[in-house]
């Protein structure tokens, strides 16, 4: 069909089930078992529901604005509900499942979508990564369980608002939004594996958009995965990595699947382990003059960096290394019990200690940096 100009036009999708499993204490929805226990512990699925809220903020926009939809609970009785006239391009079977949210996914991109408007959670994210990468923007609409990608508005009505505004020609930077997910099947264990999964395009707008999470304990066992899994994804081939002591450079280890010394330094090179609770001799005596990297963390609610429990980075094994070989992980919860102190260093050089003054970057989530004063006192 002939389309006009300054039209929008904007393909509409929803994963009918994500979230069905919240309400009720599943901690997710993935796979077809989880969803048939939610339905029949009545759970009622509210995707359908949340998008025909995000849809009802550009309902009178008919003559700026062309939707695309696929069949069924997975878009059209949400525009349907909304007011809107959409364009069913296809449907799939109900129930439908991922490979289903793909394929829709796909074909909404090759019928000229040039925005993606979808309702769910991480899981759905994942799936459009698979399925259209960064060949169009997207936003979602959140209405899963999980929801630690930054590919989300903070409500369905601030997803209206912010299409309302690409509809009427408003200024929207686009950039890169990360999209996590974690094994649900742990969680449901009490063990959280966060990992980065790519990448997807998101109109950007502060007021509309959540970040990526980091939430509750900020939650604290989350974000130090995410911390270790930020590193892991960035290890260097060929270099030495000396890995301080403890829990949060421990996590690095342990999602390496590597033996740990907790209040000690271990050397791995490759992601694997070289040598296990050395000394400051010794460390000098295998990185040698070739690539060497340190993990460290910080003592929390102290401070140190350097001097406590951790004298195996002796002055010379620091002045080897130097500054941008010195990697801090720290998060923001961990710094926060410092309330605005710096971090400290006691070498036992006075010199060095000087030198190693100043603002540092530190690792405090998935390609999440701050920047944080180190100092000689802690005032």
Request: hydrophobic share 45%; proline share 4%; charged share 20%.
């Amino acid at each position: 069909m002939t389309q006009a100009r300054n039209v929008l036009v904007v393909g509409v999708l929803v994963n009918p089930f994500a979230g069905i499993g919240g309400a009720v204490g599943l901690k997710g929805s993935d796979g077809e078992a989880t969803r048939e226990e939610a339905l029949r512990r009545g759970a009622t699925p509210m995707a359908v529901a949340r998008m025909t809220r995000a849809l009802q903020a550009v309902a009178g926009d008919a003559g700026h604005l062309r939707v695309l939809t696929w069949g069924g609970d997975m878009g059209e009785h949400s525009c349907r509900a909304a007011g809107l006239e959409a364009e069913v391009i296809g449907a799939s079977p109900s129930p439908s499942d991922a490979a289903h949210s793909r394929e829709a996914a796909r074909a909404l991109l090759d019928a000229g979508a040039q925005l993606l408007l979808f309702a769910g959670g991480d899981g759905t994210a994942r799936d459009l990564v698979d399925a259209v990468g960064d060949n169009i923007p997207v936003l979602g609409v959140p209405a899963g369980c999980k929801m630690h990608s930054a590919v989300y508005a903070i409500n369905p009505d601030a997803a209206g608002r912010l299409l309302a505004d690409l509809v009427h020609g408003g200024l929207v930077a686009l950039h890169d939004a990360e999209v996590r997910d974690i094994d649900e099947d742990a969680f449901r264990h009490g063990e959280v594996r966060a990992r980065h999964y790519g990448e997807l395009k998101v109109p950007a707008e502060g007021r509309y958009l959540q970040q990526v999470k980091c939430g509750g304990r900020e939650v604290e066992d989350l974000v130090v995965t995410e911390i270790a899994a930020s590193v892991i994804d960035n290890l260097e081939p060929g270099t030495w990595y000396l890995v301080g002591s403890g829990s949060t450079v421990a996590t690095v280890m342990e999602l390496l699947g590597l033996p740990n010394t907790l209040l000690g330094v271990d050397i791995i090179r490759d992601q694997e382990v070289v040598a296990a609770d050395v000394g400051a001799e010794q460390i000098l005596d295998i990185i040698g003059d070739q690539p060497a990297r340190a993990l460290l963390t910080v003592i929390g609610g102290q401070g140190h960096l350097f001097g406590r429990g951790n004298q195996q980075f002796s002055p010379a094994v620091i002045r080897r290394l130097g500054k941008a070989n010195i990697q801090i992980l720290a998060s923001r919860t961990k710094l926060g019990t410092l309330q605005g102190r710096p971090l400290v260093v006691d070498t036992g050089d006075p010199e060095l200690d000087r030198a190693l003054c100043g603002l540092w970057p530190i690792t405090s989530g998935y390609e999440d940096t701050l920047l944080y004063r180190v100092a000689t006192d802690a005032g």
